[in-house]
T-cell receptor
């Protein structure tokens, strides 16, 4: 069966410090991968998605970046965190395409709660 | 801008009652519709998806889709305190990107 792991679960970082969140998926190949952010009391905001190795699409201009160095690995980074980067970050995967009988159900990791002070 | 709207709630129902959660969407060409449940402090988990007009039942959950009126709803029968959570509606918009747009969620409280 497919599993998704995300870490770290919780982190507190000072403003201006770097960030690296990592996500890996097991049990499937060539998944679509996503990074979402959920601010307190807000909905899910899509940050990045990837349909393959090295293919990253950004949805929102910001000081964050994403990379996909391997098929089932997705990394969210920042060189200098802002206070507004605080939130609950969620990695997700999906298998898409009508030919596969799926049309975009997302499966989420456990989430990473980031507090920027 | 293509949107997915939900009443933020909270929706409070007594244990054993039917909880009805609603979602409207603006993109008439939307293809797929999902309901996720999110417990406080946890990540969302998929509970239902529906693609065709009408009802789809899975245990105590029923998803209802009306594309003409552009709404999708989730009914929870025999509500339990363990159903207390935020329910997120997600819609795959037209264009074939298969990237869902989420509503902000409805908070459901089931009281004993």
């Amino acid at each position: 069966s497919q599993t998704i792991h995300q870490w770290p679960a919780t982190l507190v970082q000072p403003v201006g410090s770097p960030l690296s969140l990592e996500c890996t998926v097991e049990g499937t190949s060539n998944p679509n991968l996503y990074w979402y952010r959920q601010a307190a009391g807000r909905g899910l905001q899509l940050l990045f998605y990837s349909v393959g190795i090295g293919q990253i699409s950004s949805e929102v201009p910001q000081n964050l970046s994403a990379s996909r160095p391997q098929d089932r690995q997705f990394i969210l980074s920042s060189k200098k965190l802002l206070l507004s980067d605080s939130g609950f970050y969620l990695c997700a995967w999906s298998v898409i395409g009508p030919g596969q009988g799926r049309t975009g159900e997302l499966f989420f990791g456990e989430g990473s709660r980031l507090t920027v002070l | 801008q293509k949107e997915v709207e939900q009443n933020s709630g909270p929706l409070s129902v007594p244990e054993g009652a039917i909880a009805s959660l609603n979602c409207t969407y603006s993109d008439r060409g939307s293809q797929s519709f999902f309901w996720y449940r999110q417990y406080s402090g946890k990540s969302p988990e998929l509970i239902m998806f529906i693609y065709s007009n009408g009802d789809k039942e899975d245990g105590r959950f029923t998803a209802q889709l009306n594309k003409a009126s552009q709404y999708v709803s989730l009914l929870i029968r025999d509500s339990q305190p363990s159903d207390s959570a935020t329910y997120l509606c997600a819609v795959n918009l037209s264009g074939g990107s298969y990237i869902p747009t989420f509503g902000r969620g409805t908070s459901l409280i089931v009281h004993p």
